[in-house]
């Protein structure tokens, strides 16, 4: 279990074999869904501790200010899974079959 969570993959000698397209595009996924999913929450939180500098809306400044911080983790931990999930598929070769099937017009000589 141990080795799952907290030894990184290069020091247990893993080679990656990822072209550098595929990485690109893992990085490109990963960077475009978190600044979607990490922005709200964000903003939110810095709404809130803007509205805690007025006395009025203390209050409500407390609640969205929590509001946010609490979205902002769930957000955070979510767009690691998601970027572990883009870098753990873009490196997935599919199965491409060369062969013709049977009665194929665009190669004769199989009948």
């Known amino acids: 279990m141990v080795c799952y969570v907290a030894v990184p ?3 247990i000698g893993m080679k990656t074999t990822y072209s550098k397209h595929d990485k690109l595009a893992a990085t490109v996924v990963g960077a475009a869904i ?3 999913v990490s922005t709200p929450p964000y903003v939110l939180g810095r709404i809130g501790l803007l ?3 007025s ?3 203390f209050i ?3 609640i969205v200010l929590a509001l946010g911080l609490t979205l902002e983790a769930g957000a955070t931990s979510a767009v ?3 970027k572990m999930s883009a870098k753990l598929l873009s490196g997935r070769q599919r199965a491409v079959s060369d062969k013709a099937l049977p009665g194929d017009a665009s190669h004769p000589e199989d009948g």
Do not use: Y
């Open 60 to 62: 409500p400044g407390v």
């Open 34 to 36: 978190g600044a979607v």
């Open 9 to 11: 993959a290069r020091l």
């Open 51 to 53: 509205m805690l500098g």
């Open 55 to 57: 006395r009025t809306l």
């Open 80 to 82: 690691k899974a998601v």
